[in-house]
């Protein structure tokens, strides 16, 4: 979760956001429309605050029977923080109009040894999936590693760009030939660079197959992604995709440098050791609140329906607003979301700890 400096201005928006809205606008209101959700992979008194005063933000989705709720009230949850009951200043949820905390998507694509696949990405799957199934306002960028960490490209709405970010990040793959895997440690850096923008939600997709070899910790990138409020979704490479790619990817024959059973994990004991990894994956994704993917397949139609269900589930997340009291102190809090109003769902992923 991630806390940051608001303006006035930012504060006045969430106020007139919060207000019940005129009569005859209230007649055209979405009723509480249901979005499909993905199949399992794996009113407070408003206060008024000062130039210097702190939001803090919660995301959260309500789901229920039929998919997420659309339209979600103030009055229907409470936003609590250490177990104290917080006033909420903004809450944008799925059917807001123009929302002012925005989806920021980043790819993060292995690129070591013989994982990637030059065909994985095209402009079908990013413009006609990703982008279409994303809010207007969303954008993509794209990191690729191997021994090390590579951005070419930083969130945008331009197809075209990704596209050629992609094919950087596939000639980059080429030079970290036998360089190892610095996954974690890659993934920490991105979460703790900069978001683009003041108040975005940011989410994290990551194509690997779990296996670090270069001294990076889970723990590390999962400290980081929290404390950025960077959502992990982790698409797992599975054992018949890197069989494929040894023997046909990009990158030619030969296994991966400092992972037991070479040349494929032909051995058990190195099929077991990437068994294990990955479920180092499903603990990144589920600490952050993310899921895992794990395809038999990486065929255009099983990759398009991964990408729709990780924006869908972008799309319909809610954004709630708080403006803590005292100082900060570097002090770890929980905060936790809430339903009062049962009847609206449940709430899966309304929990997180950050610093402040």
């Keep these: 979760m ?50 210097s005063a702190e939001l803090v933000y919660v995301r959260f989705h309500v789901e229920t029977k039929a998919g997420y709720a659309r339209d979600v009230k103030p009055e229907q949850i409470r936003v609590l923080e250490d177990g104290r009951e917080q006033k909420i200043v903004l809450l944008e949820t799925p059917s807001s109009r123009e929302r002012t ?9 292995d690129v070591s040894g013989s994982v990637m696949d030059a065909k994985l990405l095209d402009e079908a799957l990013l413009r006609d999936v990703l982008f279409a199934t994303l809010s207007e306002q969303a954008t993509v960028g794209m990191c690729a590693f191997g021994g090390e960490l590579f951005c070419p490209v930083e969130p945008t709405r331009e197809v075209d760009a990704l596209l050629d970010g992609f094919r950087k990040s596939i000639e980059f793959g080429y030079q970290q030939h036998n360089q190892g895997t610095r996954l974690y440690a890659s993934l920490a850096d991105i979460a703790k660079a900069p978001a683009k923008g003041e108040k975005v939600q940011r989410a994290l997709v990551v194509f690997s197959d779990g296996l670090e070899n270069r001294g990076g910790k889970l723990d590390e990138a999962v400290r980081a992604a929290s404390d950025a409020d960077v959502r992990v979704y982790a698409i797992k490479l599975s054992q018949a995709f890197r069989e494929q790619a040894i023997a046909t990817g990009p990158f030619g024959a030969g296994g991966r ?19 294990y990894k990955k479920l180092e994956l499903d603990e990144l994704a589920e600490r952050t ?10 065929e255009p139609r099983v990759l398009a329906d991964i990408l729709r269900r990780i924006a869908t589930e972008i799309t319909m997340e809610c954004v709630a607003g708080y403006a803590p009291e005292g100082d900060s102190t570097g002090k770890r809090r929980k905060v936790k979301v809430e339903v009062v109003d049962k009847s609206i769902g449940k709430i899966r992923d309304g929990e997180r700890t950050f610093a402040r």
Excluded: C, I, K, N
């Design 257 to 275: 440098g400092g992972a037991p059973g070479g040349g494929g994990f032909g051995g058990t004991s190195g099929r077991a050791y990437y068994d």
């Design 2 to 51: 991630a806390t940051r400096r608001s303006s006035l201005a930012a504060v006045a928006l969430a106020v007139a956001a919060l207000a019940p809205a005129p009569p005859a606008r209230s007649a055209q209101a979405p009723a509480q429309a249901q979005a499909p959700a993905p199949a399992d992979a794996q009113a407070p008194a408003v206060p008024t605050f000062g130039v």
């Design 101 to 109: 905390v925005a989806p920021q998507v980043t790819l993060a694509l």
């Design 289 to 298: 609140g993310g899921r895992t993917f794990e395809p038999g397949t990486l």
